[in-house]
């Protein structure tokens, strides 16, 4: 089996006037672009894609497993596809192009053009607007999201949302999650931390953009990214708090969205379902107008809802559930201990999924556990107990329906994931080298009636009794 090197580069922050240096790769002058493209020269040509699919990562580089799921839902497991790289400043050093170096290295992709871009009339330029719209993919590189934001209204905005309305994609990590939000926290005037921001909600370094990109399911959100490792809770409770408190979002609700660094990332698919990667994701909901929300005064606010998206999980953005929350309130600029873990105070149930583990033997199709009676979403549990098991799980799928099957694998050792039809044949497969690789794959099944399919989740290298989560989800 040969597998490919994962590759993850996180990007570089840029200071909000910073002027990129030149790169250095022999270019035609240009007032203030760059571009790199690898890959092909030619563009894709083909009439339909089956996105939208995006992926929202808490730091700069592109994260392997969710980029792969949605380069693969968009071009619905056959043909390749296009990329383009925004970029606000080049990086300090190493490759020019690190987001492309990791994405051109994934099945299904042609090529993969980074622009750097250094001043908002650059939004506007002509060679960029076209490479875009002729991409199915757009990805915002790490660094300062002011710059980002300094694009809304020029014909770069236009055609990023082109790229989502026939099919394609959006995303990115870090700034690049921080601007694929309708409610755009976008530090132009400087980044506050989340002790300044519960003090004053309405601090001097908090601002926003909004009315720039709207995706579907995702309205009323305010991204966030590096979540836990830099302590931005509490911030994010304020960004909601005054996003109903100044109106900023419909319906007396505001929503936050918080992903993690060091390999995290949501995935958020066409029909809306948010599935987290590698590390923990949180959503953040405020439903009703803060006690205290003015300036120069703490924020005082009761009860929070919050959702805790440990990796392989998922969150309905279309269907937004009204359960498997923990509560937390602010009081006078305080918050309550342990932000980020709670007891939900509602159980999901039978709404939020079920679990089947894995019983042995399984390692075959006529040993294989039963899943075909469990409500979507599904989770499926089990462990590689030596270097060579093996653990099958039956499925079915109607006519039209799509299958998204989403695996947290633990540190522990490298496993595989393969879609196989009724007779054993491998229809799809994910196989993301090392351990811990979390894995993903999607199927579509086009015949008439109704099918049976296995998931066969097993050993490349390693075993241990730490479990592997496998999230299935059919639409």
């Not at 039963?370 to 039956?394: N, V």
């Not at 229809?427 to 993301?432: F, K």
């Not at 579509?444 to 989800?473: F, I, M, W």
């Amino acid at each position: 089996m040969t597998k490919r090197p994962a590759r993850r580069t996180a990007c570089t922050a840029a200071a909000l006037l910073a002027v990129a240096l030149p790169l250095a790769v022999p270019q035609p002058a240009q007032a203030a672009t760059d571009r790199i493209r690898l890959g092909s020269s030619a563009d894709v040509s083909r009439s339909s894609w089956n996105g939208p699919a995006y992926t929202m990562n808490g730091a700069g580089g592109v994260v392997t497993a969710s980029m792969s799921r949605s380069v693969d839902e968009i071009r619905g497991g056959t043909g390749s596809l296009d990329v383009v790289v925004l970029a606000g400043s080049a990086p300090t050093s190493g490759s020019p192009t690190p987001e492309c170096d990791t994405i051109m290295g994934l099945t299904g992709v042609n090529s993969c053009t980074t622009w750097t871009l250094t001043s908002s009339q650059d939004g506007d330029d002509s060679e960029v607007n076209t490479d875009i719209r002729n991409a199915e993919f757009v990805y915002f590189a790490g660094g300062d999201q002011c710059r980002y934001a300094a694009w809304k209204g020029t014909a770069l905005e236009a055609s990023v949302e082109s790229v989502v309305a026939k099919g394609g994609g959006a995303g990115g990590g870090s700034a690049g999650h921080h601007i694929n939000s309708p409610v755009v926290y976008d530090a132009c005037r400087g980044s506050v931390t989340s002790s300044e921001a519960l003090s004053d909600p309405y601090h001097r370094d908090i601002s926003f953009t909004t009315g720039m990109f709207e995706w579907a399911d995702y309205g009323g959100v305010v991204n966030d990214s590096h979540f836990v490792s830099r302590d931005r809770m509490g911030r994010t409770l304020a960004f909601v708090a005054r996003a109903v408190q100044d109106g900023l979002t419909a319906g007396g609700a505001a929503w936050g969205v918080g992903v993690e660094e060091g390999g995290g990332s949501l995935h958020i698919d066409r029909n809306g379902l948010g599935t987290a990667y590698g590390r923990d994701a949180y959503v953040v909901l405020a439903d009703h107008a803060p006690e205290q929300a003015v300036a120069r005064k703490p924020l005082t606010y009761e009860g929070f809802k919050i959702w805790r998206l440990a990796p392989g999980t998922t969150f309905d953005f279309r269907n937004r559930p009204d359960c498997g929350y923990y509560l937390r309130s602010v009081t006078a600029g305080v918050p309550d201990p342990d932000l980020y873990h709670g007891t939900p105070v509602t159980d999901c149930g039978a709404s939020g999924g079920a679990t089947l583990a894995e019983s042995e033997p399984n390692d075959t199709r006529d040993t294989a556990d039963d899943a075909t009676a469990l409500p979507s979403p599904a989770t499926l549990t089990g462990d590689m107990k030596s270097t060579d098991d093996r653990d099958y799980f039956r499925v079915s799928l109607a006519s039209g329906q799509t299958a998204s099957l989403t695996c947290a694998v633990p540190a522990a050792y490298d496993a595989d994931v393969y879609w196989l039809d009724s007779a054993g044949s491998t229809l799809t497969r994910s196989v993301n080298d090392g351990g811990g690789a979390d894995e993903s794959l999607a199927f579509t099944r086009t015949a008439s009636g109704t099918g049976t399919y296995y998931v066969d989740v097993e050993a490349y290298s390693g075993s241990g009794a730490s479990p592997y989560t496998c999230t299935l989800s059919k639409q």
